[in-house]
């Protein structure tokens, strides 16, 4: 594995552990949600990138386009969830 893979590789990886613990340090739901959005999104990106320079495939840009577009729905998702569940009856 060249320098540059494995360096992405492992820049996505703690990304995405990141996003892991602000989910566990943040207190409410709406703190919570994003922190784990971000990390999953970038980390998948970096680590999609560093697979691409490692086998030299293009079904990684198919893997990276279904998370580009559903992480951030569920993300939408989940939050309009939760405020329609606070707002007062």
């Known amino acids: 594995m060249s320098g540059l893979a494995e360096f992405l590789v492992l820049a996505g990886a703690a990304l995405a552990f990141a996003g892991?613990?602000?989910?566990?340090?943040?207190?409410?739901?709406?703190?919570r949600v994003h922190p784990p959005?971000?990390?999953?999104?970038?980390?998948?990106?970096?680590?999609?990138?560093?697979?691409m320079l490692h086998f030299g495939t293009l079904?990684?840009?198919?893997?990276?386009?279904?998370?580009?577009?559903?992480?951030?729905?569920?993300?939408?998702?989940?939050?309009a969830a939760a405020r329609r569940r606070r707002r007062p009856r």
């Not at 959005?37 to 697979?51: D, E, N």
């Open 20 to 31: 892991s613990v602000g989910l566990v340090r943040m207190k409410t739901f709406f703190e």
């Open 59 to 79: 079904h990684e840009i198919l893997i990276g386009l279904f998370m580009a577009v559903t992480t951030p729905i569920s993300y939408l998702l989940l939050v």
């Open 37 to 51: 959005t971000m990390g999953s999104t970038l980390g998948t990106a970096l680590v999609l990138a560093g697979s």
